[in-house]
């Protein structure tokens, strides 16, 4: 039993639209796990379900190993955290939220203290015990939303969206807090994001999503348009691929795949665009950079090739890759 | 004019002396409307929660079957009661006719549709993250609908104070099934009703301005809750 959740066959349908499709998902036990992907990815979706909020309209979920169902078993909701996009607290202080959560989930009134007091310190808000919870700013409510979440020490913590509508010093906090709580033994964290690149430097794996399915493609430099022939038509830009698939509706390049240079290079590679710099970024020791070629691109180079092309924002630079290079789905 | 300006200050009269009569009109009365805002609530506000928490077979129709209830006439659910109660009556045998129970029955069954209407009301205008946060937090369906009820206190507390005040002014039902017994059954609006066809004007009014000052308490309860809610 290695995985903290295995889906199968999962479909949730808004109205007519289908909204999720995962065929098979495994999330791994005691790992950082960020659900990636753009807005209505279906991100928010996925995490009701793990969060049991919501019911598939078909498929299993097993937890920990042990087929679900609905409603939960008080041991089985115990062993999940929540916190949604948009926390709601309820009427009283901080401390009332968190004693709530610890009623509801029948944990002995002795250890509600003790429990209180951890999850507390846990998010650094002790001091706001007793601030009424309408009156704490967006971070402050975050926080005391997962402190209720990991007050009655939950196996895995679901987070949706928890860097969302924080400056960078409470979202600094919150990356602090969810690394804390992954390096726990035994805690599984599974937050979702649209930041791909906050994203990939947190967790120890990822998850992406792109119109409710989950991809192994990196989902940097994600297009969407049509497939015909191997050529993918983003209504911009025609992209060559060796997909066999007959329709496809979105592409991904690899940025370390992309090939920077400053004229057109003659290879046997098929895709060749000119573009414009719009972005030099140094992150993590490499250089990243953003080229509008009537789609915008990133690519990734060492800090010695960005001096060797003498690289400058608003210059024209070209960039190629093959087709080999791009996943289709 | 001076009809009508005597008939009130003689009103007034009456109800600053706390004459004995008007006043033991008005316990009655409300008595009658408190015991049946209660029975109502403790039925219809469970089943409002219920109703607007849960899907099921049948849902629509009780909406709309509810919708009509509340502009249903008070004076076909007196004639149904007296039917049902007569001495003739299927439930004759409870001797239920001409006693305040039955007045307690019929403004009940009057009031319920309008307080959980308002109930629903209450909780699917509640924040939409209510429910699933509770959820999340392990609630269990009965913990679940307490913890909603209390966060929709106010909301719901408004829908009992209502109810309470359509109570207090019906007046069909109260008559036929009440029958309008001085000091058992005689209620402010069927002793409106009488003493104004006897001729006592300044009675009725007395009462009339009572039952005024009631709607005005009840109104004001009201709103005092509906700003504590928002």
């Known amino acids: 039993m290695n995985s903290s959740y295995q889906l199968r066959n999962i479909k949730v349908h808004h109205g007519q639209q289908c909204v999720l499709d995962i065929p098979e998902l495994s999330l791994p036990k005691n790992k950082c796990i960020a659900l990636l992907g753009n807005n209505g990815a279906g991100k928010s979706t996925l995490l009701d379900l793990l969060a049991f909020i919501t019911k598939p309209d078909q498929g299993q979920i097993s937890l920990q190993g042990q087929t679900a169902q609905f409603p939960l078993s008080r041991k089985q909701r115990q062993m999940i955290g929540y916190v949604s996009q948009h926390p709601f607290l309820l009427t009283g202080s901080v401390a009332d939220n968190i004693a709530l959560a610890l009623h509801l989930q029948g944990i002995n009134r002795k250890q509600h203290q003790k429990r209180l007091k951890q999850a507390l310190e846990l998010v650094n808000l002790s001091h706001l015990a007793q601030q009424s919870a309408r009156t704490l700013s967006g971070g402050e409510l ?104 007959k329709t496809a509706r979105h592409i991904a390049i690899d940025p370390s795949e992309i090939i920077i240079s400053t004229e057109e290079l003659h290879s046997s590679m098929q895709n060749h665009f000119m573009g414009r710099m719009t972005l030099i970024a140094e992150e993590s020791g490499t250089i990243r950079l953003t080229i509008d070629c009537g789609e915008r691109f990133h690519a990734i180079i060492s800090p010695k090739s960005l001096s060797d092309l003498n690289l400058t924002i608003g210059g024209t630079i070209w960039l190629s890759f093959k087709s080999t290079a791009v996943s289709v789905f | 004019m001076g009809y009508f300006s005597d008939s009130l200050a003689a009103a007034f009269q009456l109800i600053i002396s706390f004459d004995k009569d008007i006043y033991q009109i ?205």
């Open chain 1, 142 to 245: 975050k926080r005391a939303a997962i402190a209720r979440a990991v007050a009655y020490q939950p196996d895995i913590l679901l987070l949706d969206e928890p860097f969302s509508h924080l400056d960078q010093s409470h979202s600094q906090q919150l990356e602090d807090i969810i690394q804390q709580f992954s390096s726990q033994a035994g805690m599984t964290v599974i937050f979702s994001t649209h930041d791909r690149l906050k994203g990939r430097a947190l967790a120890d794996s990822t998850i992406n999503l792109v119109s409710g399915k989950t991809t192994k493609s990196p989902l940097l430099n994600l297009f969407h348009g049509t497939l015909h022939d191997h050529v993918f038509d983003t209504g911009h830009l025609q992209i060559h691929t060796t997909s066999q698939l």
């Open chain 2, 26 to 230: 008005v316990i009655t009365s409300v008595s009658i409307s408190f015991i049946a805002a209660l029975i109502a609530a403790s039925l219809a506000i469970p089943a409002g929660i219920y109703m607007a928490m849960n899907q099921f077979a049948g849902k629509q129709i009780i909406q709309h079957l509810l919708n009509s209830l509340m502009a249903m006439p008070t004076v076909v659910i007196g004639l149904l009661l007296y039917g049902l109660f007569s001495r003739l009556g299927p439930l004759g045998h409870l001797d239920l006719l001409y006693t305040p129970t039955a007045i307690i029955i019929a403004e009940a069954i009057l009031i319920f549709p309008i307080m959980m209407n308002l109930a629903i009301v209450a909780v699917t205008s509640a924040d939409q993250r209510l429910v699933p946060t509770l959820i999340s937090l392990g609630a269990k369906p009965i913990a679940l609908s307490i913890q909603v009820a209390k966060h929709t206190r106010f909301a719901i507390l408004a829908a009992i104070i209502t109810g309470f005040g359509r109570a207090i002014g019906e007046v069909g039902a109260a008559m036929m099934l009440g029958g309008n017994i001085e000091g058992f059954t005689r209620t402010m609006t069927t002793a409106i009703a009488l003493q104004t066809s006897k001729g006592e004007f300044e009675t009725g009014l007395a009462l009339g301005l009572l039952l005024l000052l009631i709607a005005f308490i009840v109104n004001f309860m009201l709103s005092w809750l509906q700003r504590s809610y928002s």
